[in-house]
């Protein structure tokens, strides 16, 4: 037998080696030996990865190291689940998934004190990383419902698959309309149009199959572009109608975790807006990151994203204001706001920009630096750090992200964007240099941010700082450099507006 600090023979003769071990620890069944055949197993190929960095090999290792961790009453599984969760996280290179994964083992049923104390203790560690509370209830749910499949087939009864609506969320503006139908599972979805009931204007509408309407026929009135939202239950499964009080332009998709279909509508066609030279922007939205039960980022002294973003943001709005420009924040105090209300608060108040604070975060204290942000309108597979961290979605919600994206028109509002943002790199960079010493430049990249999804205008997301730095934390809650930033922005909304 190969023992887990051996000299590692070549990669080969590991994975049969490996592969060996786990054959026999799935013959094993559940228990203790099992347990240790898997993490065998998974150490060897953990161990050939850190070698050959053969991303195939660290997948097969932290599949092992999850099917060591099943039954965490067994000696070893506390050890499994951290060295899975690290692993996952080293290969995500995003310390938020290794948070995740320590939560989910954390939050598992028969856990004993001892490994639950390890587990917490590791997650406070990363407390700057932790995934915002909409990723974390993500994982309860998908613990719950393994929990719950298995105690049904146990009892032999059928488990329900009917998805069923448990939530309706509607914003309105003269411009706009967003509506989100949470279901608590996936299902197949059609939009289509038809005249209005009243006869005047049209209804687009949205069948979604199979799906239980939870209740019967209701409908409630919305204002502006949309006059009545109405939910039914149907011969297929259930029905979303909007009735519109005049021409508009619709988009229907999803979104996962929690399944969500969302329906847009809107007086123009997005991207159609034609002009040269000066640009209008009459009307702009803030967005303070964060708020609420989701503070985001923390500094190692304890600095909250969610309230560093929300004062920059309250320094910003007058001065936008003085210069003449109608400004929304899309919160105006410490409350949780959802990423898809966020645009769609922008979306309906007819904004020309629309610009997202936040604080940036690294697993490596020493990093630093501004960096600004546009949506990647261009990749199919979204990746990267600061997005996972921003989005605090699951991978698969990655994926589809990019499903979403090659379905929507942003030509023009992409190269907007970019406008914007090298406009406010530029503006911040300037405003701080002087009497800031190390302001690193860290450029603009895209990415895919949720929270840029769905905005109908150029928007751009703004990485003020690091505020897992510790020299720039300490920044981030002085007035001076907070007012700095405000600045920052201003004059870039002014060079953007002025057409340069
Ligand atoms: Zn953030």
Redesign the pocket.
């Known amino acids: 037998m190969l023992a887990p600090d051996a000299i590692l023979p070549d990669r080969p003769t590991v994975l049969t080696r490996a592969q060996a071990i786990a054959a026999r620890a799935t013959r094993e069944g559940a228990g203790a030996r099992a347990v240790s055949l898997d993490v065998l197993a998974a150490s060897l190929l953990e161990r050939v990865w850190r070698v050959e960095r053969k991303e195939q090999d660290a997948k097969e290792a932290i599949d092992l190291y999850r099917a060591a961790s099943k039954d965490m009453s067994l000696p070893g599984v506390c050890d499994a689940a951290i060295a899975g969760a690290n692993l996952s996280g080293e290969l995500a290179r995003d310390a938020s998934t290794t948070y995740a994964e320590l939560y989910r083992g954390s939050h598992k049923n028969g856990v004993p004190a001892p490994c639950k104390a390890r587990l917490e203790a590791e997650m406070s560690f990363l407390s700057a990383f932790r995934p915002p509370p909409q990723v974390l209830d993500a994982i309860d749910r998908g613990l719950e419902g393994e929990g719950a499949i298995e105690r049904a087939s146990d009892a032999g009864l059928r488990v329900s698959v009917v998805p069923k609506v448990t939530n309706v969320e509607q914003w309105s503006g003269p411009e706009g309309a967003r509506v989100v139908v949470t279901l608590d599972g996936p299902a197949r979805y059609q939009a289509g149009d038809e005249p209005s009931a009243q006869g005047k204007g049209a209804r687009t509408y949205v069948e979604l199959f199979g799906v239980d309407a939870n209740g019967p026929a209701r409908s409630s009135p919305m204002t502006g572009l949309v006059s009545q939202l109405k939910v039914e239950p149907t011969s297929t499964g259930a029905r979303i109608a909007l009735d519109l009080t005049g021409p508009g332009y619709r988009k229907v998709f999803h979104l996962l975790e929690p399944y969500r279909v969302i329906i847009d509508v809107a007086k123009n066609i997005p991207g159609q807006q034609k002009g040269t030279g000066k640009r209008t922007v009459a009307r702009v939205v803030v967005d303070p990151?964060?708020g609420g039960n989701d503070p985001?980022?923390i500094g190692p002294t304890g600095a909250k994203?969610k309230d560093v973003?929300l004062d920059i943001a309250h320094k910003v709005a007058p001065a936008l204001s003085r210069l003449g420009m109608a400004v929304t924040l899309t919160r105006d105090d410490d409350r949780y706001i959802t990423l898809e209300e966020r645009t769609a608060r922008a979306n309906g108040f007819g904004a020309d920009l629309f610009i997202s604070i936040?604080?940036?975060?690294a697993e490596k204290p020493a990093r630093h630096g501004v960096e600004t942000y546009v949506l990647d309108t261009t990749q199919d597979q979204i990746a990267g750090r600061v997005a996972a961290?921003?989005n605090a979605t699951s991978q698969a919600a990655n994926l589809e992200l990019g499903g979403i994206l090659a379905n929507m028109r942003l030509a023009d509002q992409a190269q907007r964007s970019n406008r914007m943002a090298e406009l406010l790199q530029k503006s911040a960079l300037a405003s701080l240099a002087n009497d800031y010493k190390d302001v690193t430049d860290g450029g603009v990249h895209p990415a895919g941010f949720y929270v840029l999804v769905g905005a109908r205008m150029p928007a751009v997301l703004f990485?003020t700082s690091y505020i897992s730095n510790p020299e720039e934390e300490k920044r981030l809650t002085s007035d001076d450099y907070k007012g700095r930033l405000a600045d920052a922005i201003v004059n870039a909304v002014k060079a953007y507006r002025e057409g340069r």
């Open positions: 990151g964060h985001g980022a994203e973003t936040h604080c940036n975060a961290r921003e990485e």
